[in-house]
C-alpha cells in the first residue's frame, strides 16, 4: 500500500545540528521541477553522485536549483516557494483554472534509502517492514513542509512491536482487529486497565507521531536526510562588516545582504557569534578564532588553488575609526584583507581577483554548513565563473577529490572549463526549447533538461564540445601516442567499441592512445608540422572520399609519416568512400539512429529507407543527412555528435546477439589491430 503523507518540518522533532546528522546516507537519484519561473516540466532528471547542468544564460538552470533547493534548504527563511513571483507568469491569470483549485507542485524528488537507511528503520520497527527502497518527497506552493509518498508494511510492523513488548495470547486478544498501529493504540486506550506488556506497547506506540508506524518511519528517515545548500556565483563574502549595523538590522528584521552572511558564517565557524561581537570589550581572543579559522581554509584554498600559493587571508577585529565612512566608523569592525607575501603588501578583500573571493567564500559557506547542517547537498550556480581556465580545471578536481566522496554535488555552467571531459555521463544539459506554432511564431515550451545530451541547440552543446577539445588537446601536449581523428563523435565511436571489446577480451584500443580530433584529412599535415618537434608518435584514422585524393597525396608526399600509419575509413569499411560510421552494419546504425532522435510513427528509418535516402553515395552518414532533410521540422536535423553519446551512454547497443553487432565489433577490431602495431 502506498501512502502520501504531508510532512512540515517545523513540526518535526528532529534532532539538530551535526551529531544528529550523523550516518546519513539517504541519496537523491532523480528530481523533476515543474511550474517554476521558465520551468513548465523540466522531464525527470536523473542526479548522481555529481551532476553538471549545462546550458545558455537564461536556459533555466538556475530555476531547477532554486526549485530543488526548496524543498528542504540550509537558509532558514527558505520555506516556501513564492507563487506570485516564481509561478510562470503567462499562465499566472489561469493559476486556479489550470490546478484545480489545489495549489501547482514545484518539486518531486526520488530519494533511494541504503542498507544503514534500512537497517535504521527495522531496529524499531521491525524486518522486512519497508516495501520499497524508493520514496519520492514533493511540494508544492504555499505549502510550508512536504508531501512523502512511502510505502510500509503496516502489519509486519504492529506484530515486531506487540512481539518486542512481550504480550501474552490472552493481552493480543484486544488487538485481533487491529492492522495498524493507530487502531491498536485505539485498542489499548480504551482498555479499562493494561497489563504491564499491554501498557509498554501502548508507550511505544504512544510515542509515533499520531500513533502511525508510518510516520514513525518517515520520522526515523527524516532525521537521515540531507538538506540543500545553494550557493551561486554572486555569492561572495564582504570586505568589512560593520558588527553592530548588523545586529540593528538583525533585531529590525531587515534582510541581510548575501555577502554579510557569508562573513557571517565565517565568524561562526571561527567559534564566535554575533551577540558575542557586540558584547565583547576586548578582541584579542576572537582574533585568535578568527586567525586560526582563515588559515584552515586558506590551506584548503592552496591544496587546489595553483593560480598564486603566495596569499595569504587575514581577518581582524577592531574598533571602527571616525574617518572611516559609515558604518564602518564606529564599534566593532570585522575586516578581510588578502596579504601577497610576493610582493609584501596587504590589500582589502574586495580588491583581491573575484574568482580568488568566490573560491574562499564557497569553502567559508560550505564549512560552516557543514559544521551545522552535516550531511548536505550542494547546488552550486555558475561555480568559478570569474576564475580563469586553468582555475576552473582545479575546482573541478576539488568537486572530485572533497566534495564527491562526502557528498552529492550538482552545478550549472556554461564553462568549457566545467564540464568535466571524463564523466561526461553526469552532463545534463539544459535547453529553453521554443517550437514554431501552426502559425509559425515562436512558442516556449519551458525549460528541458536532458540526460542524453541530445538538443535542438547547438549552443547547448558548445560548452561539451569546448570540454573534449580541451580536453584532447591537453592531453596531446603531454602524451607520446596520439591518435588524430576527424571529429569528436569518433571519439565517442571508438570509446564506445573499445569498452565493449575490451570487456570480451578482444582487440581494443590501448590507453596509451590519446584521441584528438584534426578537423579532417586537409588538417592533418598542419597538425604534424605544428607537433613534430615534439616527438610525438602518431597514427591517422580518418574519413575518405574521392575528392579528397589530392589532399591524401600531398600528405604522403610530405614523408612526415609513414604511410602505414595513415589508416583511412575506406580500408576498414571496404567502400571507395566512407567515414567511421561505415564501421556500422547499416541494421545497427538505424537502429542507434531510431533509438537517437526516437523517430516513431512512421518517420522510423529502415535499411530500405537509409539505401533510397541517397543513392549518389554509400556513406551511411550522407544518406541518414539526406533522410532527414525529409523528415518534420519538429524532429531535430541530423547530427554527427548526437548518436555517438547516446551510443556511448547505451553500450548494450553492442553487447547484443547477431550479425549486425558482430560485423560492427569485427570491423572496430580491424581498426584497432592496424593502431596497435604503431605504440
Known sequence: MRFIFIFDWRLSTLMAGAAALKGKVV?????????????????????????????????????????????????????????????????????????????????????????????????????????????????????????????????????????????????KAVLSEARTTAKAHEALAALSARTPPQDALFAIIGKFREQRATLRAIDILSKRMPKFMYFSHWDRMSGQLSINKLNADKQQGVEMDSGDRVFLDFLEYAGTTLEELVATTQFEELNAKCEAAALRITNQIFDYWTQNDELKIKVVLSEGKSGDPAPFNSGPVARARVENNLHGVTVPFSERSAGFIWFFSFLVKFAQIKKSHGNVILLLDEPGLTLHGTAQLDLLRYFAEEIAPNHQLIWTTHSPFMVPPNDLACVRTVEDVVIRDARDRKKSIGTKIRSDVLTTDPQTNFPIFGAMGFEVTQTLVIGKNTLLVEGPSDILYLQAASAVLKAAGRKHLSPQWAICPSGGIDKILPFVRLFYGNKLNIAVLTDFERGQKKKLEDLHKAALLDGERIILATEIAGKDEADIEDFFDPALFVDLINKTYGLKDGHELTVEKLEAADANTTRLVKKAEAYFRVLPAEIPDYSHFDPSMYLLQHPAMLTGKGKPVENTLARFEQAFERIAKFV
Open 27 to 171: 541519496k537523491l537519484v532523480a528530481a523533476h521541477a515543474t511550474n517554476y519561473r521558465n520551468i513548465l516540466d523540466s522531464n525527470v532528471v536523473d542526479i548522481g553522485q555529481s551532476t553538471c547542468l549545462v546550458g545558455k544564460n537564461e536556459a533555466g538552470k538556475s530555476a531547477f536549483l532554486k526549485a530543488l533547493e526548496g524543498l528542504r534548504s540550509t537558509e532558514p527563511g527558505f520555506t516556501q516557494y513564492n507563487k506570485i513571483t516564481n509561478y510562470p507568469r503567462q499562465h499566472l491569470s489561469e493559476y486556479a483554472s489550470i490546478h484545480g483549485g489545489e495549489e501547482a507542485e514545484v518539486m518531486t524528488a526520488t530519494w533511494m534509502l541504503e542498507a544503514a537507511d534500512v537497517r535504521a528503520v527495522e531496529m524499531e520497527l521491525g524486518d522486512g517492514v519497508l516495501q520499497d527502497t524508493r520514496f519520492e518527497i514533493s511540494k508544492t506552493y504555499e505549502q510550508t513542509g512536504s508531501s512523502w509518498t512511502f510505502s510500509i508494511d503496516e502489519d509486519k510492523a504492529l506484530a515486531h512491536l506487540v512481539s518486542k513488548s512481550g504480550l501474552s495470547v490472552d493481552d
